[in-house]
Structures are given as structure tokens and as C-alpha cells.
């Protein structure tokens, strides 16, 4: 039997960008929806740097999957022997997968990089390095105008995040901030509409749950001189769009941070999938308009945990099945069960597999202290599946929208106005919109739909932010729009209106058959389409989704669609 194993698409590519720098970027064609963050598929790249003034530096390594294609890459560039630093941007593996592979290549080379970095790789590589801490402003003289200056940014995306500013080439290497999952053989980023979803969902997936951070991250940019490039780690380098990208991370940063209630979320930034996973939850609540401020347990100061728990409504704490052994992780614990509060919510998850489940005694100690569990515990004993990052997605959402009730039943009374109910004089019809990718399924009701275009035949649905199939809904992705009938839409309304679990079937126990496109159709519904996105639209709390619909079929000619009637138009 011949067995055919399907070769990932790896391959490099080296640019000079500047004088006396080069960008070495991994090309991980097919990374796929193997973590929330590659949730568009468009494979990704990770970017290395050389700069050669006086004395060289590397700027990063790789993922270890590319051991091999990039160290044949940097040894055709230099003797690595001869390299004088490696720079340690953050010690996520994707980028410092192959600090050990350089280390052996380069034993005399230092290793720069934040007291959190040089930490965190002294446990992880085991072997004696030379090594230079660096704080913010600190400087590093290569020789022939490379005067490198360094910006502490932590949280972006671990607490250990340095950027680096060369002087003399104006660029900023920037590791994961400013990046995107994008992979083509561009460089840079000439053209904006092709990453511009790219790098929005990034920004949402990962430092969204992080905005304020990014906000004391950009007022520290603001203090260099004129940033021509930034080289990020991630994707393409920014060079023709620098100013407008950095004030999308900007606005968008700012009005995550102007919501009035936060969630603290506490991870290991290090252990199992701790960090994967509270990234999905903290993606979760911030959906709902709720802020996050997201801490690594291991590093945090007992008094910035202690702050961190008083100002937040709801607490999300990722352990490791047995708390114990690391005396940080103890004490961090400790001292969030000394500093919470009645009432607060809490939400609390296990990863990294094994058989302990200190979940369970955690959570009966907050219930104890008065707090309200926001979603049934969640345990991750294997490497999470995308269903598994959807449902720590819908319990993040769910705890959202538990805090940020009252304010949405005091803005429905507040708007009950003579325009409101105007507003309200907008009928429209009833429908159920279902969607399948993989072992991914979502439904719900919608009732904002219009025909939008002849050529080609597309309608657009209004989706609210923070519905769980929003993520089911980017551009390519395919769905079913049931058409309900008049007289005999009840049972469905009634069953898709209910309010599922994290993670729940939403088609457990209804009848349906599959479309060409893999997605349900209702076998009730008067009417189907299937159809596929091709572009989203912010539109406030919503996304206006535009669709061009592919096939259709109507199952009574003679039936007419549900009406949807309303008294008034702040809500549905
Ligand atoms: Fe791309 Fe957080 O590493």
C-alpha cells in the first residue's frame, strides 16, 4: 500500500530591506486553524533579522519546523560563529525555536533581551549563555550608525516583549505586534486590501485582550525619531502604510480601552495551552464591548495581581492541573483568592493534560468567597481541537454578556424614544442562518437581511458582534440562508432563540439535510441559499456581512416568508 504523505510548504526567502539588513522569513504556506489566531488560513511567515554594522545581530530565529532551511539560510549568509548578539524580541517558539540550534553555532554570542525573556529562556534551554538585560531606552552601539534603542512592550504578546529601533535605517523590529497570519512572497505591504482582514483579525485575536498595553506600547513608539518600517514578525513588513496601521492599533486599542468594566485574565504564558487558550476566552469577552486586561502568573508582581483583581468585575484563571510545584504560580493564586470580591464573576480552566484537577477545589474556594461562576470549568488534556477554541470563545462571550447586561437593559430604556420607535417602523423577515466548517457548526436567527446587488445575485445580514457565529463569517467562508415561512416558523424561532452552552449542538434535534456547500439546510424552511462571504463591514455593534449567494431552491411556491414586526429600534 502506498501511503502519500502531504508535504507542508516550507520555504524562505531572504530580502535585503535596508543597508546592511536583511530579512530572513520562514514561508509557512498551509499553517492552518490549528490555534484561534490562524482562523483565516492564510498560512503564515516568521521573520528573522540581520543587521551587520561593526558588530552583527540577529533579530530573532524561527519555528522549528524550519531547523534546517533556516540555518542553511543563515550560514549562507554569515558565519554564525561570528555573530555578537541574538536578540531575543519575545520567547514565544515561533520565534526563538532555534535559539539553541544558534547558541551551539555561536557559543561566544550575548543574548539580549528583557529580564522576563532571559528568565524564561534560563528554564527553558538549561545551559549557561552570556547574556545582557535591557529596560526601555537602553541603547546598543553596532558600530557604523546601527545604534539600536530598545522598547519594553510588555503583553504584546507575552510579558517578556522588547521592539528594537535601529537609528540608522528608521526601522523597528516589532515581533508579533503590528504582524498578521499572511503568507505570500511580498515583503511588504503594498497592497492593503489584500492583509487589511489579515490583520484586523490578528489584532482582535491577540492584542485586542491586550489594547491597553498597546496603547502604553504606542505612546513609547511615539518617543523615537521617524519609524520608516516596521519589521514585524509576522507576515509582511509594513513600510507603505506605516502611519495608517498604527493608528488602526491606535483607534482600536483606544476604544477597547474606554469600556467601563474589565475581565482579568491570568495564564502561563509558558505552560500547555494556557496562554492559546485564555487568548480565545479573552477574544470571547471582548466581543461583548468589555475590556480585558490579560496577566502571565508566573512573572506578575503579587501587587500588580492584587490591582489587577480589584478593578476587575471578572476573573478568568488558567491553572496547570497541580498548582503546586511552582512556588510562583502558588503564591499568584493566593493572592488572587486574597484579593477577590463577592459577586465578582469567575470563569476558570485547566491545560496542560495530566490527572490533577485543581480546578475544582479552586472554584469552590471563589464560590466560597461569594463569586459567580460565569461557565461550567473547562479541562484541556490534549492539544485543543478548533471546536475546543470555539468553546472557550462562546464561554468568554457568555461571561461578557453577563457583566454588560444592566448597561444594555438601561440602554433600551434610555433610547425608548419618538425616533426609536420610528426605527421600529422597519419590518423585515425571518430567517435562520446556518454555517459547517469541519466539525465547527452555528446558527441563529436573523432578521436583518437585504437583497444588496443583481450583478452578482448577493444579500447582506447584519450580525452583532458578539454572536458566536460572527467567527463562522469571514471572507470565503459559506453558509445556508433558511428562509422561514409564515404560520409555521414557531418551533424553529423558539428553538434557535434559546441560549445555548459554550460549545453547544445548535442542531440537536432539528431536522436538516446537508447543502453542496457542507452547511445545514433547514428541511422546515420555505426557502434556501447557499452563499459565501465576500467582504465584511463594521457598522458599530455590528458586522454588516455582504454574501453572494450560489444556489437557492424554494420548497412551497405557494408559502409566503415570516415577517418580522417591531415596536421599536433599538432592539430586534
Ligand atoms: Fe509569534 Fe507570541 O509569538
Not at 532571559?118 to 529596560?135: A, G, S
Not at 424561532?493 to 441560549?499: A, D, G, S, W
Request: proline share 4%; glycine share 6%.
Amino acid at each position: 500500500m502506498v501511503v502519500e504523505i502531504a508535504k507542508r510548504r516550507l520555504t524562505m526567502q531572504t530580502v535585503e530591506i535596508a543597508p546592511k539588513t536583511t530579512a530572513i522569513r520562514s514561508l509557512d504556506w498551509d499553517r492552518d486553524r490549528f490555534d484561534i489566531e490562524f482562523g483565516l488560513q492564510n498560512g503564515t511567515t516568521y521573520n528573522s533579522f540581520l543587521i551587520q554594522g561593526a558588530k552583527t545581530a540577529l533579530i530573532d530565529t524561527s519555528h522549528e519546523k524550519f531547523r534546517q532551511l533556516y540555518l542553511d539560510m543563515l550560514m549562507g549568509l554569515i558565519d554564525p560563529a561570528k555573530l555578537d548578539y541574538l536578540i531575543v524580541s519575545h520567547t514565544e517558539p515561533d520565534h526563538s525555536g532555534l535559539v539553541k540550534d544558534v547558541l551551539a553555532l555561536a557559543p561566544n554570542v550575548t543574548v539580549v533581551g528583557s529580564k522576563v525573556a532571559i528568565q524564561f529562556l534560563e528554564n527553558w534551554v538549561h545551559q549557561p549563555f552570556t547574556q545582557q538585560i535591557v529596560k526601555n531606552g537602553d541603547r546598543l552601539d553596532l558600530g557604523n550608525g546601527h545604534v539600536l534603542e530598545f522598547v519594553i512592550a510588555p503583553n504584546l504578546h507575552w510579558p517578556d516583549t522588547i521592539f528594537t529601533y535601529d537609528a540608522k535605517t528608521q526601522i523597528l523590529y516589532t515581533c508579533d505586534a503590528f504582524g498578521m497570519h499572511y503568507c505570500d512572497d511580498h515583503t511588504f505591504d503594498q497592497d492593503l486590501d489584500l492583509i487589511a482582514a489579515d490583520f484586523r483579525y490578528y489584532y482582535d485575536c491577540l492584542m485586542g485582550p491586550n489594547a491597553r498595553s498597546v496603547l502604553s506600547a504606542l505612546k513609547r513608539m511615539s518617543e523615537l525619531p521617524t519609524i520608516s518600517t516596521i519589521a514585524t514578525g509576522h507576515g509582511p513588513l509594513l513600510h507603505h502604510n506605516v502611519t495608517e496601521l498604527v493608528d488602526c492599533y491606535r483607534q482600536w486599542s483606544q476604544a477597547q480601552a474606554k469600556a467601563e468594566t474589565t475581565v482579568a485574565v491570568f495564564y502561563i504564558s509558558d505552560y500547555g495551552f494556557s496562554d492559546r487558550i485564555s487568548q480565545a476566552i479573552a477574544h470571547g469577552i471582548t466581543k461583548t464591548g468589555i475590556a480585558v486586561e490579560m496577566m502571565d502568573l508566573k512573572s506578575a508582581d503579587p501587587q500588580e495581581v492584587r490591582e489587577l483583581v480589584n478593578l476587575a468585575a471578572g476573573l478568568v484563571i488558567g491553572t496547570p492541573p497541580i498548582a503546586g510545584p511552582d512556588a510562583a504560580i502558588h503564591t499568584a493564586l493566593n493572592t488572587i483568592l486574597a484579593a477577590a470580591k463577592a459577586k465578582q464573576s469567575v470563569g476558570i480552566f485547566e491545560s496542560g493534560g495530566g490527572e490533577g484537577e485543581s480546578v475544582y477545589p479552586l472554584l469552590a474556594k471563589f464560590r466560597d468567597l461569594g463569586l459567580r461562576p460565569a461557565f461550567p470549568p473547562i479541562l484541556i488534556k490534549d492539544t485543543p481541537k478548533p471546536f475546543v477554541y470555539k468553546l472557550c470563545e462562546e464561554a468568554g462571550t457568555d461571561l461578557g454578556q453577563w457583566l454588560s447586561r444592566e448597561r444594555s437593559v438601561k440602554q433600551l430604556k434610555a433610547l425608548d424614544n419618538d425616533m426609536e420607535k420610528a426605527l421600529g417602523r422597519i419590518s423585515s423577515g425571518l430567517y435562520i442562518l446556518t454555517t459547517q466548517q469541519d466539525n465547527l457548526s452555528s446558527a441563529m436567527v436573523a432578521s436583518w437581511v437585504a437583497q444588496a446587488s443583481f450583478k452578482p445575485l448577493g444579500v447582506t445580514v447584519a450580525v452583532a458582534r458578539d454572536r458566536a457565529i460572527e467567527s463562522l463569517l469571514h471572507v470565503g467562508d459559506r453558509f445556508v440562508l433558511n428562509v422561514l415561512e409564515e404560520g409555521n416558523y414557531q418551533k424553529l424561532m423558539k428553538h434557535f432563540l434559546q441560549r445555548f452552552a459554550p460549545g453547544a449542538d445548535r442542531f440537536a434535534g432539528v431536522k436538516t439535510y446537508s447543502a453542496t456547500n457542507g452547511c445545514p439546510i433547514l428541511a422546515d424552511a420555505l426557502a434556501y441559499m447557499e452563499c459565501e462571504v465576500s467582504s465584511r463591514t463594521e457598522c458599530g455593534d455590528h458586522w454588516l456581512i455582504y454574501s453572494t449567494v450560489k444556489v437557492g431552491r424554494v420548497s412551497k411556491p405557494d408559502a409566503l416568508t415570516a415577517v418580522h414586526h417591531r415596536k421599536v429600534g433599538n432592539y430586534y
